[in-house]
């Protein structure tokens, strides 16, 4: 066995593989650019070697000599490459070999043979799998790309042959999309992957995507560990994935994982690795591509299987044999997990930069038939940067049952608290709480379908307004308690305080009563009339400064999120997020007078909807354009966004130009 390896990568994976090598008893050796100086990785590694300083991935992780050179300085024996960056280059497995080091990944040949998303969609037909209907040849132009497209029939998918995590991917349903489709796709894939070759294939409607986790070893052995179902996406990235599927039974599940295995034998397959499927409605399926390399969301088949990949990955690269034969599999339970990241969802899910100021996720642990799982690579003072992948976390539950491996996700996500960014963790939390997500009705449409307009802010409604109002009273009870304590007041004379509070969501008022009862404090709910309900018993250990609220609602678990503002506190739960004001009556009387605040109207100008870098300007001074034209591109964190006129209008004045980085919120042009 290695006694020391290296790990070319950063971020969530590098720290994932340190903690499997640690409790090996492998020492590790990490790699970093300027830009990762401080961050987690670097910190729990045994040694860390600095390959920048540029902070662009091409000229650091993407630099084969640099991770070689860095072996030969620490002493490390073999290189775990993660995923992403040069997990699936052929080069760098042999550039590795010729140095007298050890890949922790399948061998050249299946790279070359799977990892190509072109070469790998021929290597099926040849042995005769089914695949999607598509053009596998060189692509010379977009007009080329245009008549493939007409040619298959749309809609049609544009994607990088060496492509992953949703980068270098494009759907198209006309000629005009397929145009610009394919020059977006290019410029993704030449900056993730340094290479700008792209395939077309068509679009299956209503798919999903359901792929197989095989495993094999140097001896022939190959075997698979179930599947996981992959379908929901936006812009084909994966967003929640979770194992097994809800769709397969067990025939299906046996015929996957069989074609998976015939084809990774063919390739003399040896190591982890994923064969990714489109499956339609019915459980038929197509081959789409194979991953060489550790997928992100293994962790869910990890906990279904009580297999650790990572270390598999490191005992079949020093030679061993696989521990466990196909009837040695069982999958036991059901695994969600979800990817934070650090993007706006309110603005359409645009990158986000800056510093944790806070990041509090839920704890670790397995109780009661509950298991909740972090793999992270930030801290608390990280700082979330433009140069790589905006991933924050990805957080992972396991139940006996999808529903109650659900229920643990939703929980654990109101449990999760970040500040300094924005987040899609409301987005998360709202996902769970979605009635065709609950009952397994998916598809890679999903979010397209459920959310056409985007993901806007959510109003408070019945049961969860109910819930919000009462841990905000619950809330201003305890900090009034608290300013009671203060020593001095009022000659010491005990204040009564009055029991109805007038709670206000924003501008929704819910009135209630509210007051200590012991450990508990009881909320009783007032009606129209001024008659109040029955009691609701709240029980927490909040204390003023606690960023979440948890305890029980008559005996139920909650946890809410709670962040200070003027004269109120901010309560987030299950995708809602609110400010919550409590008022005394003489106070609710005079906050009903007060003017409500209006946003500026910013209609006629476009902002940099993120901190990025302006690729292109498509108009110019005096242009008149339509609504849906192309404004401008905008890339940050490798991903090239297109920003379109909402509205026709008439271009007035330009303020940016192609090469300048801009701020969030930052004029790009004006319109008359």
């Known amino acids: ?387 790589y992948d905006p991933m924050i976390a990805k957080l992972v539950t396991h139940a006996p049952s999808r529903a109650a491996a659900i229920e643990a996700q939703a929980t654990a996500l109101d449990s999760f608290y970040v500040d300094g960014i924005r987040h899609n963790i409301p987005f998360l939390s709202a996902l769970m709480h979605h009635p065709r997500w609950r009952e397994g009705r998916l598809s890679t449409g999903f979010i397209a379908e459920e959310f056409p307009k985007g993901f806007a802010v959510r109003v408070p409604e019945g049961e969860v307004a109910r819930r919000i109002a009462a841990v905000g009273a619950a809330i201003d009870h305890v900090l009034g308690e608290r300013k009671r304590q203060i020593s001095g007041q009022l000659g010491g004379r005990v204040v009564q305080r009055e029991r109805r509070r007038a709670v206000w969501l924003d501008r929704q008022e819910i009135s209630l009563e509210v007051g200590r009862e012991g450990e508990a404090i009881a909320v009783r709910f007032v009606d129209a009339e001024g008659k109040a309900g029955h009691v609701h018993l709240l029980q927490s250990p909040w204390k003023p400064g606690d960023p979440v609220w948890q305890g029980t609602i008559d005996g139920h678990f909650v946890a809410v999120q709670a962040r200070p503002i003027a004269n109120g506190i901010r309560l987030a739960h299950q995708g809602v997020e609110v400010p919550v004001y409590v008022w005394t009556e003489a106070e609710a009387a005079s906050a009903r007078l007060m003017p409500v605040n209006t946003a500026s109207d910013t209609g006629k100008k476009l902002l940099c909807p993120m901190p990025g870098l302006i690729v292109s300007i498509a108009v110019t001074e005096g242009q008149e354009v339509k609504a849906g034209e192309t404004l401008a591109v905008v890339e940050a964190m490798k991903m090239q966004n297109v920003l379109r006129a909402e509205q026709d209008g008439t271009v007035k004045k330009i303020h940016a130009s192609a090469g300048a980085t801009l701020a969030v919120d930052a004029l790009i042009l004006e319109f008359a």
């Open 1 to 387: 066995m290695f006694k020391r390896i290296l790990i070319a990568n950063r971020g969530e994976i590098a720290c994932r593989v340190i903690k499997t090598a640690r409790r090996m008893g492998i020492e590790t050796v990490a790699v970093y650019s300027e830009a990762d100086r401080d961050a987690l990785h670097v910190e729990m590694a045994d040694e860390a070697v600095l390959i920048g300083p540029p902070a662009a991935a091409a000229e650091s992780y993407l630099v084969i000599e640099k991770i070689v050179e860095a072996c030969r300085k620490t002493g490390a024996q073999a290189v775990h490459p993660g995923y992403g960056f040069l997990s699936e280059r052929e080069a760098f497995p042999r550039a590795l070999e010729a140095a007298g080091l050890v890949f922790i990944g399948p061998n050249p040949g299946a790279i070359a043979a799977m990892g190509d998303k072109i070469e790998s969609k021929k290597a099926a037909a040849k042995a005769k799998v089914s695949t999607v209907p598509g053009h596998l040849g060189v692509i010379e132009d977009d007009k080329h790309a245009v008549r493939i497209a007409d040619e298959i029939g749309y809609p049609v998918m544009i994607k990088a042959s060496a492509g992953g995590g949703g980068k270098g991917m494009r759907i198209a349903n006309s000629k005009s999309e397929v145009a610009e489709g394919f020059n977006l796709a290019k410029a993704e894939a030449k900056a993730s992957f340094g290479d700008d070759r792209v395939f077309v294939e068509k679009f299956i409607v209503d798919p999903r995507h359901i792929e197989i986790q095989v495993l094999g070893d140097k001896h022939g052995n190959v075997i698979y560990l179930g599947e996981r179902e992959c379908s929901i996406q936006r812009r084909n990235q994966k967003v929640i994935e979770e194992a097994p599927s809800p769709l397969l039974d067990e025939a299906t599940r046996r015929k996957m994982g069989e074609q998976a295995v015939a084809l990774a034998k063919a390739v003399n397959y040896d190591s982890a690795g994923t064969v990714e499927f489109v499956a339609g409605q019915d459980k038929s399926f197509y081959f789409l591509e194979m991953n060489t390399r550790l997928q992100v969301e293994h962790p869910v088949t990890e906990l279904v299987t009580g297999i650790d990949l990572v270390e598999q990955m490191i005992r079949v690269a020093a030679g061993e044999k696989l521990g466990l034969a196909q009837k040695d599999v069982t999958l036991t339970g059901w695994a969600v997990e979800s990817r934070l990241y650090a993007e706006d969802p309110f603005r359409n899910f645009l990158p986000s930069i800056g510093r944790l100021v806070k990041y509090r996720p839920p704890a670790e642990a397995s109780q009661d038939g509950i298991t909740i799982r972090n793999d992270t690579g930030v801290q608390e003072g990280g700082e979330i940067s433009i140069h």
